[in-house]
């Protein structure tokens, strides 16, 4: 089955930790997402990565950073730098042969810091 | 900058009732994508509908149809005779033209679509 896995589905935080959270797609997509969703808010754009070893920030970067060593993953850290990290946490993908450049997206990760 | 406004927040119909859900989007790039995605309550987004800047035909697929007017700039989506199962959270959605490129979904704030029995 192809897709996008996202894990952990819940995640407890103590204020000032760092956590990691984890995507993998097996959809063989060059471009990779993450956003970030507060209730009764759109989808924000956090950072991409078009190619391995290559990421842009988005429009919300601060207190977040990314890595992107293999083809398959994209794992986001939330930092203590980040001020408000509880939220909702999506990673999506894409392929770049695409001409229509339609986004797929993984289960989410709700974030909860306590 | 480009921006996606979904004016309504919330909307309530009774069962195999049609409802239309309002999409409207500024840009200043002449080739861009217009999407819908379905947000259920489990959280992840599902793909519903694209169209590209070039292509105005509205069209009908299954129960979803879909109105998209580059004269006032809006991509309204069309669910016919409604059933307990679309209730979700619809959101609009706008990406520039760069063909092969990464590029990025601007997002609208969502409908909340409620169906009752």
């Known amino acids: 089955d192809g897709g996008i896995t996202q894990s952990p589905k819940y995640l407890f935080r103590k204020e000032g930790q760092n956590v990691t959270l984890s995507c993998e797609q097996n959809?063989?997509?060059?471009?990779m997402y993450w956003y970030r969703q507060d209730p009764g808010q759109g989808l924000r754009l956090i950072y991409y990565s078009q190619i391995v070893n290559d990421f842009q920030k988005g429009d919300i970067a601060e207190g977040y950073s990314v890595s992107r060593e293999k083809k398959e993953s994209f794992p986001l850290t939330v930092t203590s730098a980040q001020k408000n990290p509880t939220a909702f946490y999506l990673c999506?993908?894409?392929?770049?042969?695409?001409?229509?450049?339609?986004?797929?997206f993984g289960p989410g990760t709700r974030l909860t810091v306590l | 900058a480009q921006k996606v406004t979904q004016a309504q927040t919330e909307i309530s119909v009774v069962e195999k009732e049609d409802v239309t859900l309002d999409c409207v989007y500024e840009?200043?790039?002449?080739?861009?994508?217009l999407f819908w995605y379905k947000q259920p309550p489990s959280g992840e987004l599902v793909f519903l509908i694209r169209r590209n800047s070039f292509d105005e035909q509205n069209e009908i697929s299954g129960r979803y149809s879909w109105n998209f007017q580059k004269s006032t700039s809006s991509f309204n989506f069309t669910i016919t005779a409604s059933q307990v199962v679309d209730s979700a959270v619809y959101f609009c959605a706008l990406s520039e033209g760069n063909t092969g490129t990464a590029s990025k979904l601007t997002f609208g704030t969502g409908t909340r679509l409620q169906v009752t029995l």
């Open positions: 840009t200043r790039d002449t080739t861009y994508y």
């Open positions: 999506a993908s894409m392929t770049r042969d695409s001409s229509y450049n339609e986004q797929f």
């Open positions: 959809l063989n997509h060059d471009a």
